[in-house]
């Protein structure tokens, strides 16, 4: 696939480049461009990264920098090639690169089916389709030149070269699809049929051959003298090479030594900790008074303290979760509800993991300053879109109980989000056969649903939103200017949309198109348009958040009761979203665990260690199922 990132895409992408500065206020769309680049969001540790702040120049790129390109351009370049009379340049380019982008998503699966192998030899006629109509109407309606670094480099070369003809003016420049790669993009389906998936024998994964080895020869380059430096450069290789001969015989020659090593937490975030469905802090350092923080002047805690009674009276009767609508729920209910010592207790990260399309398990963490957006199943009330969205501003973990007249529950430790809710743009809700992206927008504040809370274990997954540049924002969602919790701190307003990228990785894709193995509740193969609304609204709408049909079982609740967990000594990574592989046949020793009596109730605080908690569930490995922990 680098050779799909690296040739077809780049090309692409330097002539859509070209196209912007071939038309009117061309400089100017260029700069809108780059700007927008620089504020896709990044997602995970190195899945999205934060852009260049000149992507255009396309500075010292790798194949997988122009990658997050594609995966993040349709709202980058979204309404850039509008003009006054006509709008199909626009659709036709947006158009191309989702099919694009849809095409490098499957042919980058590491794990195909009959099913997903016969829609890649499909997509690979609809983007020769696409790409010859971009061809023959877009690109023929702009006189397209060199970019300027393309004409600087011709220049500069010239010169180097003791020419005296060349001149830095831009040259014509057309659209070339007369090469290779390009051609050979029909050669991956029959390929992939005969040798497996394109991640084992792609020139990307290359150590020590193929387009990896370019790193070594760089560095070794800069030993030289540059004075005839291929004879130079073949004398280290080889000292390299037998270096690395002899250390292998080395090893060889030495005696063997097996230390026995004691499996339990020793690696709190390793092989067991990828069984369960999330990990967060059950540390203390940072409480929460809740009469006092309710009483700031925020819209955002409107209706706090009733909304959290209400989730926690919820959970603590064990019902399913749509969204907090308890209308039964009376004052009286409520008042028998009661946080120990009146404090939420907040952690800054919550690391979810979850099954991927090819049977792994990976993991996203979730932060409220970097990752905040999350998606969970809906409930099947015959909506068009098979997931809801909501921005987590908030983790807390707490100790909640009821009393009654028949006497006080014991105490329940558990976690909580406090989130932002956002709904389907009606009229958008994704639709793979017209190649649009699903958008989502916050719910307005005067919506009763515009906050609330959520229980970690219905998260399914981090998701990465894109926000919509063409729309703009506004102050109707969230109508204060002053800080707010709903928003980072140097944030006045909100963008009115966003997309849903669907692209993000590929295990994303499968969740939206259906037919990932791992997965057990595939999403459906396409979406159903929602009819358009005679006069659309302007705002998105909390449309999901309403009285519905049982939502899939809660994954965490069916191992794991709340009940059983009092702290956990779990480390919590800010960030770090590498992928731990682990076999889930393997037994594994149970490990210890030990209770503080003291929790909340005033006793001697243990030592804490950073981002570190205590557990008490004893759990069994039969408890655990790889496939109970995703959709």
């Known amino acids: 696939m680098h050779e799909f990132e690296l040739g077809v895409w780049k090309n692409l992408f330097t002539h859509l480049i070209r196209l912007l500065y071939a038309m009117p206020d061309g400089p100017s769309l260029v700069a809108e461009l780059d700007s927008r680049y620089r504020q896709v969001p990044r997602f995970g540790i190195d899945t999205i990264r934060r852009f260049a702040t000149n992507a255009s120049e396309m500075k010292k790129l790798s194949a997988r920098d122009f990658e997050d390109l594609l995966q993040c351009a349709i709202p980058v370049f979204e309404g850039l090639f509008s003009l006054p009379d006509t709008d199909e340049h626009n659709s036709c380019i947006l158009k191309l690169l989702y099919r694009l982008a849809e095409w490098h998503g499957y042919a980058k699966l590491r794990m195909h089916t009959d099913q997903t192998l016969d829609h890649l030899d499909m997509l690979t006629s609809q983007l020769g389709t696409l790409m010859r109509n971009f061809q023959q109407t877009t690109c023929t309606a702009f006189k397209t030149k060199e970019l300027p670094r393309e004409a600087r480099h011709r220049h500069d070369q010239a010169i180097s070269s003791g020419s005296k003809t060349s001149s830095s003016t831009p040259k ?52 030289t003298n540059k004075n005839g430096h291929e004879r130079q450069l073949a004398q280290r290789y080889m000292r390299v090479a037998r270096a690395r001969a002899a250390a292998r015989a080395n090893r060889a020659r030495q005696p063997r030594h097996f230390h026995l090593v ?39 805690m409107k209706d706090f303290y009733p909304k959290l009674q209400d989730h926690i009276l919820g959970r603590l009767q064990h019902r399913i979760f749509d969204g907090d609508d308890h209308h039964d729920f009376t004052d009286a209910d409520r008042n028998t509800v009661y946080v120990l010592n009146n404090a939420l207790y907040a952690t800054k990260t919550l690391r979810v993991n979850y099954t991927t399309y090819d049977v792994r398990r990976d993991y996203n963490t979730v932060n409220p300053l970097t990752t905040p957006f999350v998606l969970m199943r809906a409930p099947d009330s015959g909506l068009a879109h098979p997931y809801w969205y909501c921005k987590v501003i908030g983790i807390f973990h707490a100790r909640a109980y009821r009393s009654l007249l028949t006497g006080t529950t014991p105490p329940v430790a558990m976690e909580i989000l406090w989130v932002r809710w956002m709904g389907i743009v009606p009229e958008r809700p994704g639709d793979i056969e017209a190649a649009q992206l699903p958008q989502v927008g916050f719910v307005p504040e005067d919506d009763p649903y515009a906050f609330g809370f959520l229980d970690p274990a219905q998260v399914i997954r981090a998701s990465h939103l894109i926000p919509r540049f063409a729309g703009g924002r506004t102050n109707d969602l969230l109508s204060t200017q002053k800080p707010t919790a709903a928003r980072l701190f140097d944030e006045t307003d909100d963008w009115k949309s966003y997309y849903v990228d669907i692209f993000a990785d590929r295990d994303m894709l499968m969740r939206y198109v259906g037919g990932g193995v791992g997965h057990l509740d595939c999403a459906i193969s396409s979406f159903d348009s929602v009819p358009p609304h005679a006069e659309p609204p302007t705002l998105p709408t909390i449309t999901p958040l309403q009285p519905s049909a049982p939502n899939a079982t809660n994954e965490a609740e069916e191992d794991i009761d709340l009940e059983d967990i009092n702290e956990t000594d779990v480390v919590v990574d800010d960030g770090d979203d590498e992928v731990t592989e682990i076999n889930m046949e393997n037994d594994l020793e149970e490990p210890e665990f030990y209770y503080d009596e003291d929790y909340g109730t005033g006793g001697e605080e243990e030592e804490e260690i950073e981002d570190e908690s205590d557990c008490n569930s004893q759990l069994d490995d039969n408890d655990f199922d790889i496939h109970a922990y995703s959709y």
Request: charged share 20%; glycine share 6%; aromatic share 10%.
């Open 172 to 223: 014509l420049k057309a659209f070339n699809l007369n090469t290779y790669k390009w051609h050979s993009l029909g050669d991956y389906v029959p390929t992939i049929r005969l040798f497996g998936t394109t991640d084992i024998y792609s020139t990307q994964i290359a150590i020590l051959q193929g387009e990896s080895l370019h790193r070594l020869l760089k560095r070794m380059y800069t030993l």
């Open 262 to 300: 004691r499996s339990g937490l020793s690696d709190p975030l390793g092989m067991v900790s990828m069984r369960v469905h999330h990990h967060t802090s059950w540390a203390r350092r940072s409480p929460i008074d809740i009469p006092r923080f309710v009483g700031t002047q925020d819209p955002a």
